[in-house]
């Protein structure tokens, strides 16, 4: 199938741990992200990479590292898990930098 | 900056009810808008876009026109169904220096009743 998957789909985790959620499109898209949807819902953009460039970078703290090992595969990596970083975490990719965005599954992360 | 405001849910209807969602953008320049429809448990779907003013966005019954002189976006949908029921995202997209960044609404719960 052609789409944008992540993994996990859950992850629950202690305070202080490290942790990555990995997406991957097979669109072939130049342009991906990551967002974040809190428990009201909102959604907020935190990252953009075009062709492994680091295009948007909204103000999130720098405990949240993003990661484009190719054009294909959007990883983001969590030093010191805190309470408040409990949400759903969604990749998305595009065509190129100014087209629609079509997003992957999501990822449940709990920290307790 | 750039804002989107809906109106808040959730929006409760009958099957076969007219549906009307509110939206409204703030923004610079020329934005696209979007509407994303996320069902329980999943990701986001794209639904239409309209990329310039009086462009009218239309996928599955869903329908949108892009209002620049009230700056809205509003969905609409003549008979909607129970498999309608999810959470719609009114989103404007402003072409910054660095790239397409989405702007979302707080999302509206729809839920559709027998």
């Known amino acids: 199938d052609t789409a944008v998957s992540q993994t996990p789909k859950y992850l629950v985790t202690q305070m202080g741990n490290d942790k990555s959620i990995k997406c991957e499109q097979n669109?072939?898209?130049?342009?991906m992200y990551w967002y974040k949807q809190d428990s009201k819902k909102f959604l907020k953009i935190m990252f953009s990479?075009?062709?492994?460039?680091?295009?948007i970078n909204e103000t999130v703290p720098n405990r949240f590292s993003p990661k484009s090992p190719d054009k294909a595969h959007l990883n983001l990596h969590i030093n010191s898990l805190e309470l408040g970083d409990s949400a759903v975490y969604f990749c998305?990719?595009?065509?190129?930098?100014?087209?629609?965005?079509?997003f992957g599954p999501g990822t449940r992360l709990t920290v307790l | 900056g750039n804002s989107v405001t809906q109106m808040e849910g959730p929006v409760t209807l009958s099957e076969e009810a007219f549906l009307t969602i509110n939206c409204t953008y703030t923004?610079?320049?020329?934005?696209?808008l979007f509407w994303y429809v996320q069902y329980p448990g999943e990701g986001l779907q794209l639904l239409l876009k309209?990329?310039?003013?009086?462009d009218k966005g239309s996928n599955k019954g869903f329908e949108a026109t892009y209002r620049k002189e009230t700056t809205s976006f509003h969905l609409e949908k003549g008979s909607v169904q129970v498999s309608d029921s999810a959470v719609y995202f009114c989103?404007?997209?402003?072409?910054?220096?660095?790239?397409?960044?989405?702007?979302f609404g707080t999302g509206t719960q729809l839920k559709v009743e027998l």
């Open positions: 923004a610079t320049g020329y934005p696209s």
């Open positions: 998305a990719s595009s065509h190129d930098r100014y087209n629609e965005q079509f």
């Open positions: 669109l072939g898209h130049d342009t």
């Open positions: 989103a404007l997209g402003g072409k910054t220096g660095g790239g397409n960044k989405l702007t």
């Open positions: 309209a990329t310039k003013a009086d």
């Open positions: 990479y075009n062709n492994k460039e680091l295009i």
